[in-house]
């Protein structure tokens, strides 16, 4: 036991000597992550796309019509799904990012409609991370088709969210998927979710594109395509949104 001890002991002194001797092996030098200007309360770092800070949706057009104006209410710093009108969509295009998004459900629309405040943000037009009243689980739904879930493949670890009526946030990692030349999948696509500075998914990895019906397989697509927020009768407000490639 005792030279046991002394062996393992001599083991840990000499490894730390030779990284003493070969700092170089440890120390990583290759790329400067560049220095940025950080989150401070609401405003976006310096490296963001602002998609929607202020009063236009500029950045934003109609799925249904390619190339026409997003055609959601716009109400100075927010803008309002307007149903009806189909989903909207970035005119550029991402694929690993990061994402800032706030959203509220008024809370007359949660009384009064059925959808239950049901949104989403569609990553790359696909994947679905889900907005839906949840707080408390006050209209329950399967737990995978609940705010914060990957739709109907990943429930959030937790229920982070807000009453309704009350603006909420999400930041999100997302990482698309890769695909071989011959159109296989090389690494699925994952997510990493904050929902009011709270992790709710933690580096998931989905089996293919979300969809309400049964699973959907990957079909392999471009490196990058437009974000989607998704239309689905209900109200749901956004505001201050950006945007990072990663
Ligand atoms: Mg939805």
């Not at 440890?26 to 560049?34: F, L």
């Not at 202020?54 to 934003?60: C, G, I, P």
């Not at 991370?129 to 990957?150: C, F, R, T, W």
Request: hydrophobic content about 35%; aromatic content about 10%.
């Amino acid at each position: 036991m005792l030279i046991a001890l002394v062996v393992a002991n001599m083991t840990y002194l000499g490894s730390l000597s030779a990284q003493k001797k070969e700092p170089n092996n440890v120390e990583d030098w290759s790329k400067q992550p560049t220095s940025i200007k950080p989150v401070v309360g609401a405003t976006p770092p310096s490296d963001a796309i602002v998609l929607f800070a202020n009063d236009n949706l500029s950045q934003w057009e109609s799925l249904r019509q390619k190339g026409a104006p997003a055609a959601w209410k716009v109400d100075g710093p927010q803008f309002t799904v307007e149903p009806g009108t189909g989903d909207i969509i970035t005119k550029q295009s991402f694929g690993d990012c990061q994402l800032h998004i706030e959203w509220n459900i008024p809370e007359n629309e949660v009384q009064n409609n059925l959808n239950f405040g049901n949104s989403g943000i569609y990553f790359m037009g696909l994947y679905e991370v889900q907005i839906y009243s949840s707080y408390n689980d006050e209209h329950k739904i399967y737990y995978n088709g609940q705010a914060g879930s990957i739709y109907k493949q990943h429930a959030p670890l937790v229920n982070a969210c807000l009453p309704a009526g009350t603006w909420q946030t999400y930041d999100i990692v997302f990482t698309a998927p890769r695909f071989r030349c011959d159109n296989s999948v090389e690494s699925p696509a994952s997510f990493t979710v904050f929902q009011n500075g709270v992790l709710i998914q933690n580096h998931v990895t989905l089996i293919g594109p979300t969809s309400h019906g049964p699973h959907t397989e990957y079909k392999s697509h471009e490196d990058a395509l437009p974000l989607l927020l998704q239309e689905h009768g209900s109200k749901v407000s956004y505001k201050n949104i950006w945007i990072r490639n990663l």
